[in-house]
């Protein structure tokens, strides 16, 4: 934004303390002089004779101009110096800023000192700096992975039609099936892409929602992919009243429990649990399978990351299950806990607030 020039705020400051001085200055000269015109006499006898009031008045009144020529130039030096000093931290914060505008976020300004508004000033930007520097960094990696993610499927089509065109009498059926599943991945993949992206920019009406509902709505829709799996599913709960989009909650029930069926182990289980606390509700999914360090779990709702291979390799999602997960919590006002079993497993909990 362009602005006008103006006085620079360690100048103001520097007049502001020197005008108060001049003005206390100027009240306290004036007391003196109304106490001496009220108690001078007209005469005052002084070793060598006596002097008239006018003249005592006159030399008053000059020593008290050179008073206030002294207490303006003190003013005025003394402001500057302590203006300086009491504005050197905002120095250190605006450099820090414009360094962070060039794209440098790893500087901090780290302002010593005791606790004051300065350096709560300091300590929250440092903070800022800190949570931009992570999200940057995360979306980097997160730009890296999709690209990567999308740039195989493609390789993999261009392949097939390249075989297609070079080798007539290749199987066309074949070709063209593994084409299908390959286009069917990419276009998971970019819908699990623009479904992450409406939920990090919150653009959803808000309607009350039953989340013990979408737990029992996404574990009847995947109940056949676990008979298959040979997993067993277990709902149950309280009613669960929030306020969101149903349809990402409903997102986030389903890749809460197809990940618990598919990163599971055969004859293993999986509990879907609804529960009501004072100010939230909670929606537990809990698997058995292998067992997990917590330093793996902490990982896991990064984009494109996975803790285990699936049971199933005909299921191969697009690796963005806990991240979505994660964003439409976020989205939502809420938590999301990942904690290892210590049988094996993982538990995710979801705390939304209450409606």
């Not at 108060?20 to 306290?28: K, N, Q, S, T």
């Not at 998971?188 to 919150?202: F, G, I, K, N, P």
């Not at 929602?209 to 829709?221: K, P």
């Not at 293993?268 to 649990?273: A, D, P």
Request: glycine share 8%; net charge neutral; proline share 5%.
């Amino acid at each position: 934004m362009d602005r006008a020039p103006g006085l620079s705020a360690r100048l103001r400051l520097t007049l502001s303390y020197a005008g108060f001085l001049m003005v206390a200055g100027a009240l306290l000269l004036g007391a003196v002089w109304f106490f001496t015109l009220r108690h001078l006499p007209e005469y005052t006898t002084v070793s060598g004779g006596v002097l008239p009031r006018s003249i005592l008045l006159r030399d008053l009144a000059s020593a008290e101009a050179g008073a206030l020529l002294f207490l303006l130039v003190f003013g005025l030096a003394g402001g500057w110096i302590l203006a300086g000093r009491m504005l050197a931290p905002l120095t250190r914060i605006t450099d820090a800023t414009r360094l962070a505008a060039t794209g440098s976020l790893s500087h901090r300004i780290r302002l010593p000192g005791r606790h004051d508004e300065f350096r709560e000033l300091a300590d929250g930007f440092d903070g800022m700096l800190e949570r931009l520097e992570a999200h940057v960094a995360e979306q980097r990696r997160f730009a890296a992975n999709a690209s990567h993610e999308l740039r195989t499927p493609l390789a993999i089509s261009k392949a097939l039609i390249d075989v297609a065109r070079t080798d007539p009498g290749h199987d066309t059926g074949e070709v063209f099936e593994r084409l299908h599943a390959v286009n069917t991945r990419a276009i998971d993949l970019t819908e699990a892409l623009l479904a992450l992206s409406r939920a990090e920019q919150r653009s959803f009406t808000r309607e009350r929602v039953d989340l013990s509902l979408l737990a029992e709505e996404a574990a009847e829709t995947l109940l056949p992919l676990a008979e298959r799996l040979g997993v067993t599913v277990e709902t149950c709960g309280d009613i669960t009243p929030t306020a969101g989009s149903p349809t990402l909650l409903l997102q986030l029930t389903t890749n809460l429990v197809q990940n618990a069926i598919v990163h599971n182990r055969p004859g293993g289980r999986v509990r879907v649990e609804t529960r009501v606390r004072p100010a939230t509700v909670v929606l537990v999914v809990e698997n058995t399978g292998e067992r997990l360090t917590p330093r793996l779990v902490a990982t896991l709702t990064e984009p494109f990351r996975r803790g285990t291979e699936r049971i199933n390799t005909g299921h191969a999602g697009v690796g963005l299950g806990l991240a979505l997960v994660k964003t439409i919590t976020h989205a939502h006002d809420g938590t999301l806990t990942l904690t290892p079993r210590p049988a094996g497993g993982i538990r995710v909990t979801v705390a939304l607030p209450a409606t």
